[in-house]
């Protein structure tokens, strides 16, 4: 996954901030998570925080950055100005900074794909629904491997509760336990929308360090698309890990 030099290491946490705290904050630079529209890859391009603001990529401080359609991101931004109503983007916004979420979808686990997906322990920071996005802060031990991160579905396995049931997979590939390293990950869960009815219940299975085999129960809702959580506090902390 690449990765640039993001200048929100320096804070300690990064706050996703209400509408109000937009049309008050402009000349000061905001941290948000958000979703790339850019299917052209342009320098020029959109992004949608997980509240639903549509910003437009008027100025970036990184020149050459031409994210990916559909990539997720920690991004840092400065509101340069807000757009009417009827206009396709709320504010016109400077980048300051960007770190890249790994962003992947669902995986459907097969038994011949059972070894390469993997299910080493791993320790759970923070899970959480936004947007269509089930996102992961995690820390695993590591040292100088590629591990692999995945959301999986595995049709072999039955549940009566009428929940969708995913598991969260680590590969070390075995890599040497030596430090501490940190990640996040954004899985598209858009997919598991049903009809009828606007919500999904979840159950996320982990094999953790501490605890072993773990669930986390969420709920997905996309009457809004937005998380059915408060906005989130993340800390960006540790070694960065190379994972995908």
Not at 120 to 149: A, Q
């Amino acid at each position: 996954m690449k990765k640039l030099l993001f200048i929100a290491l320096l804070f300690p946490f990064l706050i996703a901030c209400n509408d109000d705290d937009l049309n008050n904050n402009q000349n000061e630079q905001l941290l948000d998570i958000a979703t790339v529209e850019n299917p052209d890859q342009k320098t020029n391009f959109y992004f949608v925080t997980d509240k639903k603001e549509r910003m437009w990529v008027e100025i970036s401080a990184l020149p050459y950055y031409r994210p990916k359609d559909g990539q997720r991101i920690v991004v840092n931004y400065t509101i340069l100005t807000a757009t009417p109503q009827s206009n396709t983007y709320g504010y016109a916004v400077k980048i300051n900074d960007v770190y890249e979420v790994l962003t992947k979808g669902i995986f459907n686990i097969t038994p011949a794909t059972q070894d390469s997906i993997g299910n080493d322990k791993i320790s759970i920071g923070d899970i959480w629904v936004g947007g269509d996005y089930l996102n992961v802060e995690f820390v695993y031990p590591g040292y100088n491997r590629t591990h692999f991160i995945n959301l999986v579905s595995d049709a072999s396995k039955t549940y009566t509760d009428g929940k969708v049931h995913l598991e969260f997979r680590h590969n070390d590939n075995g890599d040497a336990p030596t430090y501490n390293q940190w990640g996040m990950a954004s899985f598209n869960i858009r997919s598991l929308r049903q009809t009828p009815g606007n919500k999904v219940g979840l159950v996320i299975h982990t094999n953790e360090f501490s605890g072993g085999n773990t669930t986390y129960q969420l709920t997905y809702d996309y009457t809004t698309g937005s998380a059915s959580v408060a906005p989130k506090q993340i800390r960006l902390q540790g070694e960065r890990g190379i994972s995908k």
